[in-house]
């Protein structure tokens, strides 16, 4: 009895306000998101489970209609197709400039850069089906081989450069990063590799926390220069200003989903269907299944790269803990929930995801801004597995899984060889 | 349909396709196949029969790579008479060597559409790798034309040639049979491994597939390989049958011939074994 009420009133309660830990603890700071939180929550996982197909066939079955008539979501006639991309770049350039410095901020340094490993790393699960867990360790080769090119590391480099002229060698060194784990990994399928590659991103921020003599550990690599150019008579530098690097993501982003666009259109992006769908049918029809799954491996490797020179010359600063587990998780939940294997579904989906933490930041507690982040992910999940905008080849996978047809489940895991 | 004339004896080595000598797998303790050897005659049906369990997929498995036996050389042997040896290489290498295949329980790229499940075929004999891809060099956009069009072509010759827009999970089962065995042409191969492609087809369809394989024979010469349970359809296309029986080849020859064959009668009714290769399949003959 003495114990309950001891834990009920807590180490601030006294005889006269049992109840004052209880209030203090539980009760007064965010009772109400919470409970009203958790039980929209419940109520809608416990419609999902007993109403998910007939909303979701209701649902669908308007799509379909609207869909017939239109022919597609996103209408698959010439002048739509290359008509909303060009709407959006329209948005992409006219928007930003007039936005106030910390949404500039968020744009780089949130959205786009994630926006980027995102890309990357939908070659890697989305195209070829590959669960990598430890995505973020080549940000950061990518951040630290900056750091370490502009003399920012204790081991001093041989010349230094500045990040503009890094980034080739960044995207290079992530790239053999990739093929040195990919190559004796990617043997393995499924579940293993998840954890092969878990594995080597705990080894890579562990490397950078401890070995502190190489990275600094905690204290990390700080003064990282901005990019600037100083060549051939141009003379430019980026500055402390978010404007200039976002043009140069959105340059990079465009040229990205342009050249992967032609990789899934081409006979890499139907091997990687193969590959995904029937690893055995896929080598039995002439695939070199490592060889392609080496390539997703290292495209995605050397997009997230790019991606870390980026952050550490716009953001001047890296330490170990921009590199923990979490972080990879978190691309990877902005690939699932965009619509794996969809570019556009990955691009906004990642922007969106990004968007909202901040947006949130003003109007609820700090601390309580990931639970609706994660209800919003638990809700897409349940009604829409296939991603906010899914690609067709994914969505109906994502299907046939759910009807016991095919073996590509979310993650391709493997089926015995009869 | 008239069946090629059969060769009575054992084809020598000048007119095989396929050579497997004395292959011998093991699965820790159990002895899958067991001193195999064979011929598959070219330019011939050639039909490989055996009750369940007796070996055949496992033999497949070795042909295209995905087993590898512990004894014995398996060696395709190239028109112009040099052989290459299958054994120890990977299944995507086997399958550009020349040996295409299908498999027992269709096993298809659903999402992706039945014109599409032949390019991936067919794209084993481009060249065009990530970066001319990349930059859309003229090479690549011949490579894939061509794709398209060989694909386009073997759909029509497995009678396919109105559904290549369809998904694959979209086609019926013997559409779906039709489509792996295209997609297996496409490789190019100069033998073909076809996994009892009559399984769950209604007689129609066994008709269908049998005028299929001899076409696929005459017209395009490729040599073909076929396990089937289908005494009728082996009959009506093989020109040449191989036996197994608990992973060893038991007896080969003509069909009528085996059709008298004692160990083949005996392994098929079970007179002496009564273990789990002898039920099963003697309803199917």
Not at chain 2, 9 to 31: M, N, Q, S
Request: proline residues 5%; contains cysteine; positive net charge.
């Amino acid at each position: 009895m003495v114990l309950l009420l001891a834990l009920i009133s807590g180490p601030g309660g006294s005889s006269t306000a049992l109840s004052y830990g209880f209030r203090h603890s539980i009760l007064r700071p965010r009772v109400i998101p919470f409970v009203v939180v958790g039980v929209v929550a419940w109520a809608l996982v416990e419609l999902g489970r007993t109403q998910r197909q007939t909303v979701r066939s209701a649902v669908m079955g308007r799509l379909e209609g609207v869909r017939r008539r239109t022919g597609g979501v996103i209408p698959r006639n010439r002048l739509t197709r290359s008509a909303l991309p060009i709407a959006a770049l329209v948005v992409a350039v006219a928007i930003p400039p007039f936005l106030n410095g910390y949404w500039q901020t968020v744009l780089v340094q949130e959205m786009g850069i994630f926006t980027l490993l995102a890309l990357g790393l939908n070659v890697v699960v989305g195209f070829a089906g590959l669960l990598d867990l430890g995505y973020i360790a080549f940000f950061a080769v990518g951040s630290y081989t900056t750091a370490y090119f502009t003399g920012r590391l204790p081991v001093l480099p041989p010349f230094t450069l500045n990040p503009f002229w890094i980034l080739p060698i960044a995207i290079l060194a992530a790239l053999i990063a990739g093929v040195v784990l990919g190559a004796p990994t990617l043997r393995l399928r499924g579940d293993y590799l998840a954890i092969v590659t878990l594995g080597f991103g705990e080894i890579v921020f562990s490397f950078a926390r401890n070995k502190t003599d190489v990275t600094n550990g905690d204290s990390g690599a700080f003064n990282i220069p901005h990019f600037s150019i100083h060549t051939a008579g141009i003379h430019y530098t980026w500055g402390g200003k978010q404007l200039p690097y976002y043009w140069v993501l959105l340059v990079f982003v465009v040229l990205i989903m342009f050249l992967f666009r032609r990789l899934e259109n081409s006979r890499v992006g139907r091997a990687w269907t193969a590959i995904r769908e029937d690893e055995v049918a896929a080598a039995a029809t002439g695939v070199p299944t490592v060889r392609y799954k080496l390539l997703a491996f290292a495209i995605g490797a050397s997009t997230s790269g790019f991606a870390g020179v980026l952050y550490a010359a716009n953001v001047g600063f890296i330490t170990d803990t921009n590199f923990v587990l979490q972080q990879s998780i978190l691309v990877l939940v902005l690939v699932i929930f965009g619509g794996m294997g969809s570019m556009w579904g990955v691009l906004v989906g990642a922007a969106f995801l990004e968007w909202l933490p901040e947006k949130l930041r003003g109007s609820v507690p700090p601390s309580d801004r990931f639970i609706y982040f994660g209800l919003l992910i638990i809700l897409v999940m349940i009604f829409r597995p296939q991603g906010m905008i899914p690609s067709r080849r994914r969505a109906l996978e994502i299907r046939q899984a759910e009807a016991g047809i095919g073996e590509a489940d979310a993650l391709g895991l493997p089926k015995e060889v009869q | 349909m008239t069946a090629p004339a059969a060769p009575a004896e054992r084809p020598g080595l000048d007119d095989a396709v396929i050579r497997v000598d004395d292959v011998t797998l093991r699965f820790g303790g159990v002895t899958s196949l067991s001193e195999v050897s064979l011929v598959a005659p070219r330019g011939e049906v050639m039909a490989v029969i055996g009750p369940n369990g007796a070996g055949k997929t496992s033999l497949f498995n070795c042909l295209t790579g995905v087993y590898v036996p512990q004894e014995g050389t398996i060696s395709l042997v190239r028109p112009d008479g040099s052989t290459a040896r299958l054994n120890g290489r990977k299944p995507y290498s086997v399958t550009r060597l020349g040996v295409g295949r299908t498999f027992q329980n269709i096993r298809l790229f659903n999402a992706l559409t039945a014109v599409e499940n032949v390019k991936v075929g067919a794209d084993a004999r481009g060249k065009a790798g990530p970066v001319s891809v990349m930059l859309g060099l003229p090479r690549m956009r011949r490579e894939e034309h061509a794709a398209t069009e060989k694909a386009l072509e073997l759909l029509s010759f497995v009678g396919l040639s109105g559904r290549h827009d369809a998904l694959a999970s979209a086609l019926s089962y013997g559409e779906q049979r039709r489509l792996e065995i295209a997609r297996a042409l496409a490789t190019g191969p100069q033998v073909l491994l076809l996994d009892e492609p009559a399984a769950g087809t209604n007689p129609a369809e066994k008709n269908d597939l049998a005028r299929l394989i001899t076409r696929i024979n005459a017209e395009l010469g490729t040599s073909v390989l076929l396990i089937e349970h289908d005494m009728k359809l082996v009959m009506s296309v093989a020109s040449y049958v191989v036996v197994l029986n608990f992973g060893r080849v038991i007896a080969a020859g003509a069909p009528e011939q085996i059709q008298r064959d004692p160990a083949v009668i005996e392994a098929y009714l079970g007179t002496t074994q009564d273990d789990e290769g002898a039920h099963g399949d003697a309803a199917d003959d």
